[in-house]
């Protein structure tokens, strides 16, 4: 949808798309176990293309929407699929076939009596993955992997029918795949797919389709978080009074009193999912004190993706919850802290990657070795406290979780998105200011307050400006491109 604009499909459209372009994908040749590129924006298309590849046992790979022409290429030549289904986006693809929400009836009939010939471990999807500091993989997801987290997901967030859920994620990813498209559907819950995933749009479309399902990256929520907190100040001392009561509410009350204030985001608000990094507790304990319903989950592309969800009640606001029903974990070789690597055992980890060298790397049995850091604590829930990869090891033999650092200077008044990276065995931070702000005097400002709250080990002497971070696909930071950003806009 856009501003002033709807398109609706029905479920009956999607399935009747979906068996008609089974039909044309037979026809042109495509059998079990090819690869088929699935290369759109988010919308019923894309969901008709996966779910016609999968209808003759085929295996879909997303194509990132947003990639330059070299990463297209490089990611295209290591995926090979036989065909490319695309909508909308321009493309000059050898071997291409358009995605249309066809109806006709004698294909649809002729096709629903043709039974699926894959099965729970058959590969269902390949999905290419930069990874956060280069390293392409191609990662492999059978059938039962991305069912067995759907089944996990509806043992810990019931949504229902009557549910409207946000789609911002790419569905090229596998978090918006399996948690944000597959359940939803299963559930019969309605999606809405804004065409342009600006602020205002999405806060448009929130208020104006009652959305009461979500799943965002953290920033959003930060960006939300912000925005309540500007009009909360500006507003006169009824509305603070107001707020004010709303968090020192029991739960059963605030449900009650927060209505006016959940309207504007949906009304009746089922469940908020953060996930893709790491959400500041500063911004859950913001949203639980005014009674919104917002969860953190962890997962990796290689578990399908989900591995631990909060509850609704957790109380360390850090964590990222238990294991999903039917996963296990374990910390690695713990230090005396509790801390050590995450691995993870269970029905929605990977069949491997495409790279057996890379596979081998991994696993360990049946384990996965995350890479990342992490503790379990007292109640059963997860709490991660870095990335292996990320870590930094000063020259006095200190370790300094950049993860730390990024949130310590992003809670600080004026700075808009930061990142940290490593220089000399020293941590050197990357910022974007706050528009209306002067950036070199802002930022001197920052750097000298975040070295006043923190440790000797942890100060930083060298920082870069810039207007804005490198972003994946999926909204993250491109850690991959950190370095290079620092060298060419370090402040000297």
């Not at 295996?59 to 990132?64: D, E, S, T, Y």
């Not at 009836?105 to 590969?123: C, K, L, M, T």
């Not at 500041?280 to 919104?292: H, N, T, V």
């Not at 990222?320 to 005396?336: A, F, M, S, T, Y």
């Amino acid at each position: 949808m856009g501003k002033g604009k709807k398109r609706v499909v029905n479920y009956d459209q999607v399935y009747s798309g979906a068996l008609c372009m089974a039909k044309k994908l037979r026809e042109a040749g495509v059998e079990q176990g090819d690869i088929v590129g699935v290369y759109a924006p988010n919308g019923p298309e894309w969901g008709v293309a996966a779910l016609a590849a999968w209808k003759l046992g085929a295996i879909v790979a997303p194509l990132h929407v947003g990639y330059s022409e070299k990463d297209m290429s490089t990611q295209i030549a290591a995926l090979d699929p036989k065909i490319i289904l695309w909508h909308t986006v321009e493309n000059d693809f050898k071997n291409a076939m358009a995605i249309e929400l066809c109806a006709d009836e004698a294909s649809v009939e002729q096709e629903s009596r043709i039974p699926s010939p894959a099965g729970p471990d058959d590969e269902a999807a390949r999905i290419y993955t930069s990874g956060s500091t280069g390293n392409p993989k191609m990662v492999r997801l059978s059938h039962g992997n991305i069912i067995s987290n759907v089944e996990m997901m509806e043992k810990t967030v019931l949504i229902h029918a009557s549910d409207v859920g946000l789609s911002l994620l790419p569905l090229s990813h596998a978090m918006e795949l399996s948690v944000g498209m597959i359940y939803p559907l299963s559930r019969g819950v309605t999606l809405v797919l804004p065409r342009v995933v600006a602020a205002s749009e999405i806060l448009g479309a929130m208020e104006e389709e009652k959305i009461s399902f979500m799943i965002a990256v953290p920033r959003l929520y930060r960006n939300i978080m912000q925005g309540i907190s500007k009009k909360i100040d500006a507003a006169g001392p009824l509305m603070r009074a107001y707020v004010g009561l709303i968090r020192w509410s029991p739960a059963w009350l605030k449900k009650l009193i927060n209505k006016p204030l959940m309207k504007k985001f949906g009304g009746d608000i089922t469940i908020w999912v953060s996930g893709g990094s790491r959400l500041d507790p500063e911004i859950l304990a913001f949203f639980r004190d005014l009674g919104f319903p917002l969860r953190q989950g962890y997962g990796l592309t290689e578990t399908s993706p989900g591995v631990a969800f909060q509850q609704a009640d957790e109380e360390i606001l850090d964590s990222i919850g238990k294991p999903l029903p039917g996963i296990e974990v374990r910390i690695h070789e713990p230090d005396k802290e509790g801390n050590g690597e995450l691995w993870i055992r269970g029905p929605n980890v990977m069949l491997g990657y495409v790279d057996e060298a890379q596979t081998a790397e991994v696993m360990e049995d049946d384990w996965f070795k995350t890479g990342d850091i992490a503790k379990i604590n007292a109640n059963g829930s997860i709490t991660l406290t870095g990335r292996s990869k990320r870590l930094i090891v000063t020259e006095a033999g200190k370790n300094v979780v950049p993860e730390d650092l990024e949130v310590v200077l992003e809670r600080l008044p004026r700075v808009k998105e930061a990142a940290v990276t490593e220089k000399d065995m020293r941590p050197a931070a990357i910022l974007a200011i706050d528009e209306g702000h002067d950036p070199q005097e802002t930022a001197k400002q920052v750097i000298r307050e975040f070295n006043s709250i923190v440790s000797g080990h942890k100060q930083i002497a060298r920082y870069a400006i810039v207007d804005e971070l490198p972003k994946t696909p999926l909204g993250k930071v491109s850690l991959k491109q950190l370095p290079e950003l620092f060298d060419k806009h370090e402040v000297k």
